[in-house]
């Protein structure tokens, strides 16, 4: 580099630009190295595994999207669309299923379904022994890393998420019938 612009292919590219928010503290912000190796292929992995099961998902689901990378969250997902086009988009349910790589609800991946519109959190189905619901800014049933390694006995991790993803479609196509 050259005072802060890369080199591509020998042309000069403009310099990245700090955003336009606080960003937390990190030892690269002070001129440390960004070294991200393991870090990376343990994203690789779940990224992975996600792109399975989502595909798996999109594959037995009428009306679901292709699987993509959504770019406001860089998650990887399926979008079910459960009424017919045409109508109302910000009124149409719709259930996602997908995995997140971590965000201000979570420190850790997780994968989620969720229902479209929100239902009522007054009354939530009971979820299989390793999915939660999350209700605060949006509802879902959300699988967190750390918990499907902690309660996991099955020893095919694309299964164990599979069960989940099952069992919260199910749950999130439920409450999306009750309204």
């Keep these: 580099t050259e005072r802060g612009v890369a080199r591509s292919g020998g042309k000069l590219l403009p310099a990245l630009e700090l955003p336009g928010y606080e960003m937390p503290e990190h030892p690269v912000g002070k001129g440390a190295p960004f070294v991200a190796v393991a870090a990376l292929e343990q994203l690789a992995r779940w990224s992975g595994n996600a792109a399975a099961v989502a595909e798996m998902t999109r594959k037995s689901q009428a009306g679901a999207s292709a699987v993509r990378c959504w770019p406001h969250h860089f998650d990887l997902a399926t979008l079910i669309a459960l ?81 989940f993803v099952d069992a919260a479609r199910f749950a999130a196509g439920m409450l999306l019938l009750q309204d």
């Design 83 to 163: 009424d017919p086009e045409g109508g109302d988009t910000e009124k149409a349910r719709t259930i996602g299923v997908g995995l997140s790589p971590g965000d201000g609800h979570y420190d850790e991946p997780y994968f989620y379904v969720t229902p479209w519109p929100a239902p009522d959190t007054s009354y939530l189905p009971e979820l299989d022994a390793y999915g939660i619901w999350h209700t605060e800014g949006w509802v879902g049933a959300v699988l967190p890393a750390g918990r499907l390694v902690e309660l996991s006995s099955a020893p095919d991790p694309v299964d164990r998420v599979r069960a």
